[in-house]
């Protein structure tokens, strides 16, 4: 859907309530704090409804990434078209000029935007890619002048492969023609590889694609590994890490066009980002239809917002996965 079609369709509060409400309820109105469907429209306030049960008012922005916002919700509705519609990200300036709205809500609005597109676990099978890249940190002498390397305003952000550098580690795993998934790594160790695989991975029917790196080795005692030597050559057939590989180029073009700097605190989510838009590369519905469906209906992503625990919402969304 383009953006001008986002401003037409949706350009009052109560256009996108109603839409909200389709998406989330459907035709029964549901109290999220009680789940009970007794409920009655409040008259002063369009989008409001009173529990009969609980007795508790509510709207459908209760528990989602719109919750006690004052941006109205046709700007959202517009920033979330820009955000879905920028292949390689949107900076909150651009957002800002855009929308007109100051940098702050714009900053604000977009991370939240990445917390609705925090997808539930479903595990990868399959033919299934493993790599790693390296983010941020400063860069190795040896790699200072690279064309993978950006340096403005005095930060450089490296995205090369940098194996023994003190740069923030992600590992990533792909299932051909199916989802990524990333995770930050403190470390990449073989315990920590492991763990993720078991993690995001389906070992029955599936086969797990590395390079040589030592540390993919242990992870045969769990699936069927092979292995691309790429010393030799960069694809044998269907053995090559070429779809991870594109994976991590299009975060590095979003980086450099977009984003310029981003801490490891905020890396998780644009990891998210990258993921969905990854993951949506062949989806041809409308996808602001299943954006805002994913963000009113799954809301537990939101607890890692509200606590703040920023810094890595992903590992903290995968830790919960795990209990
Ligand atoms: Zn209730």
Redesign the pocket.
């Known amino acids: 859907m383009n953006i001008l079609e986002i401003s037409k369709n949706y350009n009052t509060q109560a256009k996108c309530i109603a839409k909200l409400e389709k998406l989330r309820w459907g035709k029964s109105v549901m109290?999220?704090?009680?789940?009970?469907k007794r409920?009655r429209a409040v008259k002063s306030e369009a989008g409001r409804h009173s529990?009969?049960?609980?007795?508790?008012s509510?709207t459908v922005l209760i528990d989602t990434i719109f919750e006690s916002s004052r941006l109205p919700l046709p700007q959202w509705f517009m920033i979330i078209g820009l955000v879905l519609n920028a292949k390689s990200g949107l900076a909150a300036k651009e957002i800002q000029r855009n929308i007109g709205c100051t940098y702050k809500t714009a900053y604000y609005v977009a991370m939240r935007i990445r917390i609705g597109m925090l997808m539930p676990n479903t595990k990868l099978h399959g033919i299934i890619e493993m790599d790693e890249s390296y983010f941020g940190g400063k860069a190795r002498k040896a790699h200072k002048i690279s064309d993978s390397d950006t340096s403005i305003g005095g930060e450089t952000i490296t995205l090369k492969r940098g194996r023994g550098t003190n740069k923030i580690s992600v590992a990533g795993m792909v299932q051909r023609k199916g989802m990524v998934k990333t995770q930050v790594m403190e470390k990449l160790t073989k315990r920590n590889l492991l763990a993720m695989l078991k993690h995001y991975a389906s070992k029955d029917n599936s086969i797990l694609v590395t390079d040589g790196f030592k540390s993919y080795k242990e992870l045969e005692t769990y699936i069927d590994r092979l292995e691309i030597n790429h010393s030799k050559s960069f694809s044998k057939g269907i053995v090559h890490v070429n779809t991870i590989e594109n994976f991590w180029g299009s975060i590095k073009n979003g980086v450099k066009g977009s984003y310029r700097a981003i801490s490891k605190k905020y890396l998780p989510f644009y990891l998210v980002e990258f993921e969905w838009k990854f993951n949506h590369r062949n989806f041809r519905g409308n996808q602001l239809d299943e954006y805002l469906k994913k963000a009113v209906t799954h809301q537990k992503e939101l607890e890692y917002w509200k606590a703040e625990s920023t810094e890595q919402v992903k590992d903290i969304a995968y830790e919960k996965q795990k209990e």
């Open positions: 109290c999220p704090y009680c789940d009970s409920n529990c009969k049960s609980c007795k508790r509510f």
